[in-house]
């Protein structure tokens, strides 16, 4: 962070300035009667924030009616719009279609205008008006004042040892850890001792009087894109063409290594919209690799869905892996789930985990 001080200087001083005045009151920020829950991060990209959010519905929506409201990141459209199972990841953005097909019965809605977006959401008829609205991405969205802030930090990059972007990958000042309700280590791995788990609350500086929860990355069964025309035996191959566009595609990597001898790995920026030359890279593969299975992330293929380049012999090998967050213990699930539901109408829950 002293690097930050000193070569981004500018930078480093407006977020100060914009926090302070967000502090003092000098910038408003809105508080709704409705119970609001905020998920993000200080790192940009890779800490796992869909997967969560998708943990936290799960978790909520058993006894209360629950939005999620995203900003809708690298959407094409404008404004406040619900997520529908036919909508594009041009028209609502990848992550927020992804969590519209997963969750069921839950309203998924975009709108970089949080506050607007919230509103809106309230102003739907009684059968559809949220009970708690999941505002994803939105750690420094401060124009709303959340009932829980919850940030989550990768395990293997402890924000004190970082810098800002573009020098390092924070979007914030990592002092902004003051203001989590709760912190959630995603990406640890499945078994973590004492010391371990004090080795990394000390490298974030974070309280011991803070609820901290440690998760990990659980990934699902291999799916085809396109389940009409997807020929499964793929899954089966010994070697895999593996195309991304994410920011971190190292715990994936290291899953794979353990399951497939050969693995080809094409990188993309983050959100990647695939074009007809990428498209067109991938059948060359295909065609010089006969055998082997077309991966993607979960995420990519929300903008693969509706790629109109994809011939309909790529389409058949064409898979993607579905993750999920989850507690590495019994303890911390039933830890996080006293945490949340502590301050909101309990007359429907009752007591204990509902995983």
Known sequence: MIISKVLLFPYYLTLKLRNRLYDKGVFKSHQFDIPVISIGNITAGGTGKTPTTELLVRLLKPHHKVAVLSRGYKRKTRGFRIVNTDSTSREVGDEPLQMRKKLEEVIVA???????????????????????????????????????????????????????????????????????????????????????????????????????????????????IFPESGDKRYIYSKEVGLFTGIANVRPLLLHLSDIYEQITHTSYRDHHEFTRSNIHDIEYFAMSNPQALLLTTEKDAQRLVSNKHLTPELKKRLFYIPIETEFLTDEESDGFYDFITESLPSENVPNGMLF
């Open 110 to 224: 975009v709108d970089t205008n949080r506050k607007r977006g919230i509103t809106q959401l309230l102003a739907l008829p009684n059968e559809m008006r949220p009970e708690v609205i999941v505002l994803d991405d939105a750690y420094q969205h401060r124009k709303v004042t959340p009932l829980k802030n919850i940030l989550l930090i990768d395990y293997k990059r402890p924000i004190f040892r970082d810098n800002l972007l573009p020098i390092g990958s924070l979007r914030d000042l990592p002092e902004q850890i003051c203001r989590a309700d709760a912190i959630i280590i995603t990406k640890s791995p499945e078994h973590l001792d004492e010391w371990e788990r004090e080795t990394i609350k000390k490298a974030n500086r974070i309280n011991s009087d803070s609820p901290c929860f440690f998760a990990r990355i659980k990934y699902r069964p291999i799916e085809p």
